[in-house]
């Protein structure tokens, strides 16, 4: 190895020393943490990060769709959260909620528009004034140990009956102004109403007074039962919802294709006769092909081929006549067959027209049906 050899591989290796002490001497590690949309059941459920909260905290929890009383059944000490439309509770799982909270139950709603009163739940638990009330926002603020961190709860507020607005025992607003939230005794259960479920839903968990909030609405059942969780109803069935709602588009569709069948049942035309019973396809087709080889020569090949059969089974039969020709063979067959000889000359010779062809043929046909 000469020494300009050596001098290059040294460089190469200095350099690349250099190069990784440069990459280790900047090279910092990191945590990144990049946020993604939400998926599955955490994009369908708003209340998704309350459930798994619940979880950690070894509290029974459980997130639904539907009222059904199969999958829903509810117990004094159990706490519902109705964060569906109020508006789609029936009368009958309305009667059934109002006896539940009666007998000892904890549920929270939220009222919505002031037209809410009106609906099967709120007519069932007596609680809302069917009176409007203006939209509002009030800071929720964290534990004085948590810093200042806070979220808002904005909604349009809602008013109390006068006997409801005497058992509030927690509340957000007034009598005179509307609440925001109010949480109120019935019978031997509690109402929560909330103006919004925003502080309890998908990442506003994130913050400490949502938090805190969310802890203090479950704290009157909290540990004595499940919590339900109903985030949405499922709407009626397909066919119910296109025989309530869909019947315009029903009535168009049928009109549509009534006039279609009328359009189309115009070029089908009359009926045609049904063909006699003796008819058979072999029948015709063997009539086509023999109509087609007439027009083709006049007939001279179908005569000619009917001539032949006729002196060939003459020959099988009477072997004397195989050297018979001209008048002695036609008196031959008029002896044999009792017919005209004239005829049968005529019918050997070829037909000039159509009628001598068919004269030709039935004589010749009578020929060789004879023994």
Same mark, same amino acid.
């Given at each position: 190895?000469?020494?300009?050899?050596?001098?290059?591989?040294?460089?190469?290796?200095?350099?690349?020393?250099?190069?990784? %002490?440069?990459?280790?001497?900047?090279?910092?590690?990191?945590?990144?943490?990049?946020?993604?949309?939400?998926?599955?059941?955490?994009?369908?459920?708003?209340?998704?990060?309350?459930?798994?909260?619940?979880?950690?905290?070894?509290?029974?929890?459980?997130?639904?769709?539907?009222?059904?009383?199969?999958?829903?059944?509810?117990?004094?000490?159990?706490?519902?959260?109705?964060?569906?439309?109020?508006?789609?509770?029936?009368?009958?799982?309305?009667?059934?909620?109002?006896?539940?909270?009666?007998?000892?139950?904890?549920?929270?709603?939220?009222?919505?528009?002031?037209?809410? #009163?009106?609906?099967?739940?709120?007519? #069932?638990?007596?609680?809302?004034?069917?009176?409007?009330?203006?939209?509002?926002?009030?800071?929720?603020?964290?534990?004085?140990?948590?810093?200042?961190?806070?979220?808002? +709860?904005?909604?349009?507020?809602?008013?109390?009956?006068?006997?409801?607005?005497?058992?509030?025992?927690?509340?957000?607003?007034?009598?005179?102004?509307?609440?925001?939230?109010?949480?109120?005794?019935?019978?031997?259960?509690?109402?929560?109403?909330?103006?919004?479920?925003?502080?309890?839903?998908?990442?506003?968990?994130?913050?400490?007074?949502?938090?805190?909030?969310?802890?203090?609405?479950?704290?009157?059942?909290?540990?004595?039962?499940?919590?339900?969780? =109903?985030?949405?109803?499922?709407?009626?069935?397909?066919?119910?919802? =296109?025989?309530?709602?869909?019947?315009?588009?029903?009535?168009?569709?049928?009109?549509?294709?009534?006039?279609?069948? #009328?359009?189309?049942?115009?070029?089908?035309?009359?009926?045609?006769? #049904?063909?006699?019973?003796?008819?058979?396809?072999? +029948?015709?087709?063997?009539?086509?092909? %023999?109509?087609?080889?007439?027009?083709?020569?006049?007939?001279?090949?179908?005569?000619? +081929?009917?001539?032949?059969?006729?002196?060939?089974?003459?020959?099988?039969?009477?072997?004397?006549?195989?050297?018979?020709?001209?008048?002695?063979?036609?008196?031959?067959?008029?002896?044999?067959?009792?017919?005209?000889?004239?005829?049968?000359?005529?019918?050997?010779?070829?037909?000039?027209?159509?009628?001598?062809?068919?004269?030709?043929?039935?004589?010749?046909?009578?020929?060789?049906?004879?023994?």
């Amino acid at each position: 190895m000469n020494r300009r050899t050596l001098l290059v591989g040294t460089l190469i290796a200095a350099a690349l020393a250099l190069l990784v %002490g440069a990459f280790f001497a900047t090279f910092e590690r990191k945590d990144v943490t990049e946020l993604t949309p939400a998926h599955g059941a955490a994009r369908s459920n708003r209340f998704f990060a309350l459930e798994l909260t619940l979880h950690r905290l070894h509290l029974p929890a459980r997130s639904l769709t539907t009222l059904d009383s199969a999958q829903l059944p509810l117990k004094p000490g159990d706490t519902l959260l109705l964060g569906a439309d109020a508006g789609r509770v029936d009368a009958a799982d309305a009667a059934r909620l109002a006896a539940w909270v009666r007998s000892g139950g904890h549920l929270l709603l939220s009222p919505g528009a002031a037209s809410a #009163a009106r609906t099967p739940l709120f007519g #069932a638990l007596g609680l809302l004034d069917a009176r409007s009330a203006p939209f509002a926002c009030s800071a929720l603020h964290a534990a004085a140990a948590s810093g200042r961190e806070e979220t808002l +709860l904005c909604g349009t507020r809602f008013r109390l009956r006068p006997a409801a607005a005497a058992n509030v025992d927690a509340a957000i607003g007034d009598v005179g102004d509307g609440y925001l939230f109010a949480r109120t005794r019935l019978g031997q259960g509690t109402v929560s109403l909330l103006a919004s479920f925003s502080p309890l839903a998908r990442d506003a968990l994130k913050r400490t007074a949502a938090q805190q909030f969310a802890r203090r609405l479950l704290a009157p059942h909290r540990g004595r039962g499940t919590i339900y969780l =109903v985030y949405a109803l499922d709407g009626p069935s397909f066919l119910t919802f =296109v025989a309530i709602k869909g019947w315009p588009a029903l009535l168009a569709l049928a009109a549509l294709l009534a006039a279609w069948m #009328a359009m189309r049942s115009a070029r089908l035309g009359p009926l045609l006769p #049904a063909p006699a019973g003796h008819r058979r396809d072999l +029948l015709e087709h063997v009539q086509a092909a %023999g109509e087609f080889v007439y027009r083709r020569d006049g007939g001279r090949s179908l005569h000619g +081929l009917a001539r032949d059969a006729v002196l060939a089974r003459l020959r099988r039969r009477d072997p004397a006549c195989a050297m018979l020709n001209g008048d002695a063979l036609y008196a031959r067959l008029a002896e044999r067959s009792g017919m005209d000889a004239a005829q049968i000359a005529q019918a050997f010779h070829s037909p000039a027209n159509a009628q001598a062809f068919r004269t030709s043929i039935i004589t010749l046909a009578r020929l060789r049906s004879r023994p």
